[in-house]
């Protein structure tokens, strides 16, 4: 499988051109057999049968892909790239706390100089397994400094949330003062906020950061019933979460606020809306279903990592069925051996067989964009963004289109990418 990127390098050619192959999948509509995409400048301003397009855009410079795919970008909802260096640096321990501690223990471990070689191995891996839109979360300025340094050939849209951790006890939060998008100056990717979880933000530091979130226009993101100790420390106030926020000085008996689930505490502070995203919900019941679908938040699942710490699968067919808006994350690579969306389609496909592979790659690609309210990607339509990513796949039947784009290209996806020369207007990553 060749993996290409139609996106950077100077356009010497035609400022029209139309990209065409067995199979265009705008994800907002049926796949094209014999389709193609017309892209002008910054957009695509129109996709449909290619002998179609060919007669009505008769100036365009054509572009043959042959038996190949043409799709969207691919979006990682969730991720933190910091943690790249811990790649296979932590084993599953089957007690999510304890894999807590060893990342603790194991990011105290890196090298100042691992983190840019990491990062580097991180974005190329990302942007070579096909991803355009990044949802980033981390609690130091690497990953922000890094798109700022890049700017212009920074390769995603998306955002950087600044992870808040602010207990009990740690007195009022208070972000007004922050500049807006004030470490990132790239009009692509945006710096916001995002608390860690219920059980290391205090309930008002929770409502103080999506209150600063509602305020740049950026989405609040907040992990969510990832475990099935984050439901007993909520509803018991006790258990090995418990334990440990006591062994690091914190005062969990401070956590005033009781409730049976994550979720309908989130509801109960009034941060759930369609500004929201609340990864994992591996540990959902029917009731917490129904007030993320009435409050329209987002869902993002890590269906790598949940299986790597074994916390569980979610629900995932009951919340397609709810209508609740899903995307897909890596998380980080102290929880995964794989920074690639094609790999978390397979695996999700594998751990939810009765979800169609259909809504699968939608959650990848437009769930993903509208999770993260990034306009014009994870589709191919008139007016989107040029994020098309062609799949040397030979020929595929209308049958075998979606099966072979959730299971078949995890199997063959490039784990790096290297770049043609400068000039070329399709970059060859594989």
């Known amino acids: 499988m060749e993996v290409f990127d139609i996106r950077f390098g100077s356009r010497k050619a035609s400022p029209l051109q139309l990209h065409s192959a067995r199979w265009v999948v ?5 796949p094209i057999e014999r389709g193609a995409v017309a892209v002008f400048g910054t957009s ?11 007669i009505s855009l008769v100036d365009a410079e054509l572009v043959d892909h042959g038996d190949s795919i043409i799709m969207p970008g691919l979006i990682n909802c969730h991720s933190h ?7 296979w640096r932590l084993s599953p321990t089957g007690s999510f706390t304890s894999w807590v501690r060893n990342l603790i223990k194991a990011r105290q471990k890196i090298e100042p100089e691992e983190y840019e070689k990491a990062l580097e191995e991180a974005i190329k891996t990302l942007h070579g397994n096909g991803v355009a839109g990044l949802g980033d979360t981390g609690n130091t300025p690497l990953v922000p400094q890094k798109a700022q340094a ?18 009990v006890g740690d007195g009022i939060l208070d972000l007004s003062g922050e500049v807006q998008n004030g470490q990132i100056q790239n009009r692509r990717f945006k710096y916001g906020y995002s608390a860690h979880a219920i059980y290391t933000v205090s309930p008002m530091a929770i409502q103080a950061i999506k209150a600063r979130d509602s305020q740049l226009g950026l989405p609040f993101s907040i992990h969510v019933a990832e475990s099935e100790e984050e439901i007993e420390f909520l509803k018991d106030s006790k258990g090995p979460l418990y334990e440990l926020l006591l062994e690091k000085g914190r005062d969990p008996d401070g956590f005033k606020i009781k409730s049976s689930s994550p979720v309908k505490l989130l509801d109960e502070l009034h941060v759930l809306d369609e500004m929201s995203i609340c990864v994992h919900c591996v540990h959902v019941d029917d009731d917490d279903i129904e007030i993320l679908a009435s409050t329209n938040a987002s869902v993002c699942l890590c269906p790598r990592s949940n299986m790597f710490l074994g916390v569980g699968t979610p629900p995932v067919e009951k919340l397609l069925d709810a209508g609740i808006n899903l995307a897909i994350g890596t ?21 939810c067989p009765q979800v169609d592979t259909t809504s699968i790659f939608k959650a990848a690609t437009l769930g993903g ?18 994020y098309l990513y ?4 030979g020929p595929v039947t209308s049958k075998e289109l979606y099966d072979y784009l959730v299971f078949q290209v995890a199997e063959t996806a490039p784990e790096s990418y290297w770049a043609v020369e400068e000039g070329d207007w399709i970059q060859n990553y594989g």
């Open 26 to 30: 705008p994800v907002s509509a049926p």
């Open 390 to 393: 062609v799949i040397k796949s």
């Open 81 to 87: 790239l910091e943690l790249s260096p811990l790649k």
């Open 44 to 54: 695509v301003v129109a996709v449909g049968p290619a002998h179609e397009l060919r």
């Open 369 to 386: 964009a509208d999770a993260l309210h990034l306009k014009g990607l994870g589709v191919l339509a008139q007016g989107s963004a040029p």
């Open 331 to 351: 998380d980080s690579l102290a929880s995964n051996d794989r920074l690639s969306i094609f790999a978390e389609m397979a695996s999700l496909a594998r751990q």
């Open 150 to 167: 890049e700017s212009s050939m920074w390769p995603f849209s998306g955002i950087h949330f600044r992870e808040i951790l602010h207990p």
